[in-house]
């Protein structure tokens, strides 16, 4: 297989076995920015997808690259919960020029742990889900990047794991922000009352998950490292034409984020 191009917003494409064909292109109101769920660079997507022009694997190094610098942090390594954050980690090694180390192996037998029907199960999942590599963090200060905390539930059993194999201290640095609102665009998002944002242990969450200190990556930041180099190549393209800019043309739902919704919401 080859990449050919990506899908437009609002395109219909028929595929056969002779070409692929344009049915149409649903056009977008005036003035109205694309909307697309900045949630896919975080979490959802497959780290060689290509979305916007540019490789989600790229776009989680250099979230992992902003969130050293808005919250670096006094270590011996820097690691991740397999295998999401696992770019992200690694830009955060990069630009904080600490080394990057393993310390959890994946078991390949257990399913994902968050789409469990209750908390007891979460963390069961997780307990299940994880084998030590303590050799490599006996007696250091380890900083875990993960890329997103909805609930709250599944770090805490990795933390205290690591605690008790013989960290000295446990870190979190967060590869995207808070998530505070539901998603009504299809992704299933808990309800407010269960993200662990909106709930009281959230003013105190290094305590409640066990963990020496807990930062998240700003929204400012997140969508700085989305949208770098598509206006990066926006500009170029604008040089090369005209010198009309269409950079503010960029749009990204971040409404789980921010509570602001692209579309009016109707009840």
């Not at 670096?72 to 020029?97: F, I, N, R």
């Not at 105190?204 to 206006?231: F, H, P, R, T």
Request: glycine share 6%; with cysteine.
């Amino acid at each position: 297989s080859r990449y050919y191009r990506e899908v437009l917003p609002g395109e219909i494409v028929k595929i056969s076995r002779y070409d692929v064909q344009t049915l149409d292109v649903v056009p977008r109101p005036e003035g109205d920015p694309s909307a697309f769920c900045i949630f896919e660079y975080v979490y959802f997507a497959r780290p060689d997808s290509i979305f916007e022009g540019q490789m989600v694997y790229s776009v989680r190094r250099r979230c992992g690259q902003q969130l050293a610098i808005e919250a670096p942090v006094e270590a011996d390594l820097v690691s991740t919960v397999p295998e999401s954050a696992t770019p992200a980690a690694l830009g955060y090694a990069q630009k904080c020029g600490l080394p990057y180390v393993e310390v959890l192996c994946k078991n390949r037998y257990v399913g994902r742990t968050f789409i469990q029907p209750n908390m007891r199960l979460r963390q069961l999942g997780v307990a299940k889900k994880f084998g030590v590599l303590s050799d490599n963090f006996k007696g250091k200060r380890v900083v875990i990047i993960d890329d997103s905390i909805v609930r709250g539930n599944t770090i805490s059993p990795i933390i205290k794991l690591l605690r008790e194999s013989g960290a000295k201290e446990v870190h979190i640095r967060v590869a995207s922000p808070p998530i505070r609102f539901p998603c009504y665009m299809g992704i299933n998002i808990p309800t407010k009352e269960e993200l662990i944002a909106n709930r009281p242990e959230f003013h105190d969450l290094a305590n409640y998950i066990g963990a020496d200190s807990v930062v998240y990556l700003s929204v400012e930041g997140l969508v700085s490292s989305v949208q770098e180099s598509i206006k990066a190549r926006q500009e170029n393209e604008n040089s090369l034409k005209t010198q009309k800019s269409c950079v503010g043309k960029i749009g990204h739902c971040t409404a789980c984020l921010t509570g602001e919704y692209p579309v009016e919401l109707e009840w």
